[in-house]
């Protein structure tokens, strides 16, 4: 079993849901997570505010979030068990922000620690 | 003289005995501690049978406790030297004038303190719900044995090494401090909850005694509740939780004795009060930032308290059991939560979900597949529920299986 995480990757982080829509989008993705974890494959994970955020470029630049000039930004992750790839990535399909356009989530293997990987 | 008396005291007053004098003694001494409460006990039956029971019987038991609790102190060189010194030191009295504190606060303060003393983390968690068992709610060895359905021996052996280890790993009988006391009520708390369950769930025949086990685990529940130190969010979910699912003790058995299943109970049985008790300690625990498991699981009973269906109460009750998932996994929680999804998104999406759980040697696996496929796929459902009766172990199980096959043939003729 290897732990892969699901990166939430959006187009637009600045698009502001209304309250109604937020609701329903938090209860698709603890559907999602729930299916997850009732297989006992769910390893954490956290979502990422948009406020409040700052982006650190070389030369001592500091910009206000990570928008602007980078198109896409990470929204949230998760990590799942999977036993393979193909295996997270049946998982990748089930998320809720897939419904967004040219919304991604990227699957990626996390290295373990044991002098291999 | 009445037939009950004497097993009713020896239940409420053994454990309290015990714990004050072994609070006194030291955990190293928990044996003679037990050894003269049960004394009392034999002293009282001897001395009632043939002299009637006194006025008091309860102060009658706690001045032989007095009495006897003196005399080992006085007669026992080994325990005189080694613990009396140490009592004497600290109340400077003689022997003669030594007390043993039986008042209320003190026996509630020792059974609290006792408590956290048998739940200590250096021993298993059976033992320390055997331990309890035995000497916080004054279970007989042969009466804890046949609830985990084993022989005396066994837990007899059990008993010995936890208290062995509890001896030899010196734990002091009091409060654990300020920094520690949400870690340490963390065990106490999943004692009480396996407890409970023990009672709930058990395999056990024993009708009277499981009940039992389920209300002195409401009982020591509710001594964490009652004290300022311990009345915590946590403490007061696991109350509501044992509050709501005690709530349909009337109505979970038939005539029979055997189980009713929830669908097919009478509501008007539950009882309203526990579930306006539990309801109390609910909103009660909703204090401060910590969800813990059992404020999951008591939001789930809680909305188990309201029979009738609707589309509010599965939703409410499938994001609970995403949530109880996420935190902490078990089979009954997934299988729960699929026949939550059933009632959400309908069966077909459940079956989907249940065939990526991976549960199959589980009975209660095939028995929710049998449920699921019954109106649609009559022979799916039936084998599934063939096999859940091949995987079953206790025959309550078994025999709730065999009804369920029995009504889906009958539904198909």
Same mark, same amino acid.
């Given at each position: 079993m290897e732990e892969y995480i699901l990166i939430f990757r959006h187009e637009d982080g600045q698009k502001i849901a209304s309250p109604e829509q937020m609701q329903i989008w938090m209860k698709q993705t603890m559907d999602w997570i729930g299916g997850i974890a009732a297989q006992n494959k769910f390893n954490g994970g956290n979502g990422l505010p948009f406020d409040d955020s700052r982006v650190v470029k070389p030369n001592g630049v500091v910009i206000n979030g990570p928008f602007g000039d980078i198109k896409e930004t990470i929204g949230g992750y998760i990590i799942v068990k999977a036993d393979s790839i193909d295996e997270a990535v049946k998982f990748a399909h089930?998320?809720?922000?897939?419904?967004?356009?040219g919304n991604s989530v990227e699957v990626r293997k996390i290295a373990k620690g044991d002098g291999v990987h | 003289m009445e037939n009950q008396l004497i097993p009713h005291l020896f239940r409420t007053e053994y454990r309290k005995i015990t714990s004050v004098l072994c609070k006194q003694f030291g955990i190293e001494h928990i044996e003679i501690a037990e050894d003269i409460a049960s004394d009392v006990f034999l002293l009282a039956v001897e001395v009632w049978t043939y002299k009637g029971v006194p006025e008091n019987p309860t102060a009658w038991l706690y001045a032989v406790a007095r009495n006897k609790a003196k005399n080992q102190l006085i007669r026992n060189t080994v325990f005189s030297e080694k613990v009396t010194k140490e009592l004497l030191h600290q109340t400077d009295r003689s022997v003669s004038r030594f007390e043993i504190d039986l008042s209320d606060k003190n026996i509630s303060d020792s059974q609290l303190l006792m408590l956290f003393t048998l739940c200590h983390? !250096?021993?298993?968690v059976e033992s320390q719900i055997s331990l309890s068992l035995r000497v916080l709610c004054g279970f007989g060895i042969e009466e804890i044995a046949d609830a985990f359905l084993t022989n005396k021996a066994s837990i007899n052996k059990r008993l010995f090494r936890a208290k062995e280890r509890l001896r030899t790993e010196n734990i002091p009988i009091i409060f654990p401090d300020e920094k520690e006391i949400d870690k340490r009520l963390e065990t106490v708390l999943t004692t009480l909850y396996l407890l409970f369950n023990e009672g709930y769930y058990?395999? !056990?025949?024993?009708e009277i005694l499981r009940n039992d086990f389920c209300l002195e685990a409401i009982r020591l529940t509710y001594l964490l509740h009652e004290n300022d130190k311990t009345n915590k969010p946590p403490v007061n979910a696991l109350l509501a939780l044992m509050c709501f699912h005690a709530s349909r003790f009337g109505a979970r058995k038939n005539n029979q004795g055997e189980l009713i299943l929830y669908d097919d109970q009478d509501e008007t049985l539950w009882n309203q009060e526990l579930i306006a008790r539990g309801t109390y300690l609910l909103n009660l625990a909703a204090q401060g930032e910590i969800i813990s498991k059992y404020h999951i699981e008591a939001s789930i009973a809680y909305w188990h308290t309201i029979k009738a269906d609707s589309k509010e109460k599965w939703e409410n009750i499938l994001q609970l059991y995403n949530q109880l998932l996420i935190l902490d996994y078990s089979p009954i929680a997934a299988l729960n939560r699929t026949y939550a999804l059933s009632k959400v998104k309908g069966k077909l999406a459940a079956i989907a979900g249940a065939e990526k759980l991976n549960l199959k040697n589980n009975h209660f696996y095939f028995t929710l597949l049998g449920a699921l496929y019954e109106d649609i796929d009559h022979e799916k459902a039936k084998m599934n529920l063939q096999r859940a009766l091949s995987l079953a172990k206790s025959e309550t199980d078994k025999e709730i299986i065999r009804q369920k096959i029995l009504k889906s043939d009958h539904v198909l003729k």
């Amino acid at each position: 079993m290897e732990e892969y995480i699901l990166i939430f990757r959006h187009e637009d982080g600045q698009k502001i849901a209304s309250p109604e829509q937020m609701q329903i989008w938090m209860k698709q993705t603890m559907d999602w997570i729930g299916g997850i974890a009732a297989q006992n494959k769910f390893n954490g994970g956290n979502g990422l505010p948009f406020d409040d955020s700052r982006v650190v470029k070389p030369n001592g630049v500091v910009i206000n979030g990570p928008f602007g000039d980078i198109k896409e930004t990470i929204g949230g992750y998760i990590i799942v068990k999977a036993d393979s790839i193909d295996e997270a990535v049946k998982f990748a399909h089930g998320c809720p922000v897939l419904q967004g356009e040219g919304n991604s989530v990227e699957v990626r293997k996390i290295a373990k620690g044991d002098g291999v990987h | 003289m009445e037939n009950q008396l004497i097993p009713h005291l020896f239940r409420t007053e053994y454990r309290k005995i015990t714990s004050v004098l072994c609070k006194q003694f030291g955990i190293e001494h928990i044996e003679i501690a037990e050894d003269i409460a049960s004394d009392v006990f034999l002293l009282a039956v001897e001395v009632w049978t043939y002299k009637g029971v006194p006025e008091n019987p309860t102060a009658w038991l706690y001045a032989v406790a007095r009495n006897k609790a003196k005399n080992q102190l006085i007669r026992n060189t080994v325990f005189s030297e080694k613990v009396t010194k140490e009592l004497l030191h600290q109340t400077d009295r003689s022997v003669s004038r030594f007390e043993i504190d039986l008042s209320d606060k003190n026996i509630s303060d020792s059974q609290l303190l006792m408590l956290f003393t048998l739940c200590h983390p !250096s021993i298993p968690v059976e033992s320390q719900i055997s331990l309890s068992l035995r000497v916080l709610c004054g279970f007989g060895i042969e009466e804890i044995a046949d609830a985990f359905l084993t022989n005396k021996a066994s837990i007899n052996k059990r008993l010995f090494r936890a208290k062995e280890r509890l001896r030899t790993e010196n734990i002091p009988i009091i409060f654990p401090d300020e920094k520690e006391i949400d870690k340490r009520l963390e065990t106490v708390l999943t004692t009480l909850y396996l407890l409970f369950n023990e009672g709930y769930y058990s395999e !056990s025949r024993n009708e009277i005694l499981r009940n039992d086990f389920c209300l002195e685990a409401i009982r020591l529940t509710y001594l964490l509740h009652e004290n300022d130190k311990t009345n915590k969010p946590p403490v007061n979910a696991l109350l509501a939780l044992m509050c709501f699912h005690a709530s349909r003790f009337g109505a979970r058995k038939n005539n029979q004795g055997e189980l009713i299943l929830y669908d097919d109970q009478d509501e008007t049985l539950w009882n309203q009060e526990l579930i306006a008790r539990g309801t109390y300690l609910l909103n009660l625990a909703a204090q401060g930032e910590i969800i813990s498991k059992y404020h999951i699981e008591a939001s789930i009973a809680y909305w188990h308290t309201i029979k009738a269906d609707s589309k509010e109460k599965w939703e409410n009750i499938l994001q609970l059991y995403n949530q109880l998932l996420i935190l902490d996994y078990s089979p009954i929680a997934a299988l729960n939560r699929t026949y939550a999804l059933s009632k959400v998104k309908g069966k077909l999406a459940a079956i989907a979900g249940a065939e990526k759980l991976n549960l199959k040697n589980n009975h209660f696996y095939f028995t929710l597949l049998g449920a699921l496929y019954e109106d649609i796929d009559h022979e799916k459902a039936k084998m599934n529920l063939q096999r859940a009766l091949s995987l079953a172990k206790s025959e309550t199980d078994k025999e709730i299986i065999r009804q369920k096959i029995l009504k889906s043939d009958h539904v198909l003729k």
